[in-house]
């Protein structure tokens, strides 16, 4: 996987850093729009890498960046939630 393969204008390095014990509790929730594509792609690596993801289609995104303090310049079509830290857009394992 690599940044050519997501959308230019998504913001693909926007990230809360999360400590290793993240991996270790087991589970990422990843809010996104229903339309979204690219969202598996980026869980399915996750999962590959031991992550237990768990998709919820949300038709009012907006509201889950409020929710957990997103800034406006880091909004993408999806929000990853590990223990009430996010991760926006396609977070590198390295940074988890």
Not at 31 to 53: I, M, Q, T
Request: glycine share 8%; charged share 15%.
């Amino acid at each position: 996987m690599n940044r050519q393969a997501f959308p230019s204008g998504a913001v693909t390095w926007a990230a809360v850093i999360v400590s290793g014990t993240a991996k270790a509790a087991g589970g990422i929730a990843v809010y996104k729009d229903p339309n979204c594509g690219c969202c598996h792609a980026w869980a399915d690596v996750l999962a590959k890498a031991g992550f237990s993801v768990v998709f919820e289609d949300v038709t009012d995104l907006p509201a889950i960046k409020v929710r957990y303090n997103v800034p406006d310049a880091m909004v993408s079509s999806h929000t990853g939630v590990v223990e009430g830290k996010y991760l926006e857009a396609h977070v590198p394992l390295e940074a988890l």
